[in-house]
């Protein structure tokens, strides 16, 4: 798989408390013809490029894909969710730099015109930088590799 531009929601983007993600993704007006999720089953891919701090252990990271009928996401419903919480599993060595993290979408969903994400950093020095990309579910199962010129291939 060639990751395109279009579908690129985050590039290396680095965050210290909650925030969105760049860019959003233009689906277009949605009609009963033209309903993105309904076809192959699509997954939001995010890989940590620069490793969570724990640093004061109290620090949480969220995503979320959210869907919105405005392009700066003003106004947003949430897709899926996907938590991690240092009290609870040891996720200090989760969120390492090269981890990659699948949310997929439900089945139906999209319903709205854009797509976007939302992180949400929490605790004392949340630090985080990492790449965000829309797909198909069934690319997701190989670890991106990058190469010369910028391409990144998948499986």
């Avoid at 947003?76 to 969710?81: A, C, E, K, N, Y």
Wanted: glycine letters at 10%; charged letters at 10%.
């Amino acid at each position: 798989m060639i990751l395109d531009q279009l579908l690129l929601l985050s590039d290396a983007q680095a965050f210290t408390a909650t925030g969105l993600s760049t860019n959003t993704i233009d689906l277009g007006n949605p009609t009963t013809l033209r309903q993105v999720g309904d076809g192959e089953p699509l997954a939001v891919t995010v890989q940590i490029d620069v490793a969570a701090d724990f640093t004061t252990g109290d620090e949480t990271y969220a995503f979320e894909v959210i869907q919105s009928a405005a392009a700066a996401l003003t106004t947003t419903t949430v897709l899926t969710r996907q938590a991690y919480i240092a009290s609870g599993v040891m996720i200090s060595t989760l969120l390492i730099a090269g981890f990659i993290l699948v949310m997929p979408l439900p089945a139906g969903y999209p319903l709205q015109r854009y797509l976007g994400l939302n992180f949400i950093g929490g605790g004392t020095t949340p630090t985080i930088t990492f790449t965000a990309w829309l797909g198909p579910w069934k690319f997701t199962a190989a670890k991106p590799q990058t190469y010369a010129k910028a391409y990144t291939i998948t499986g």
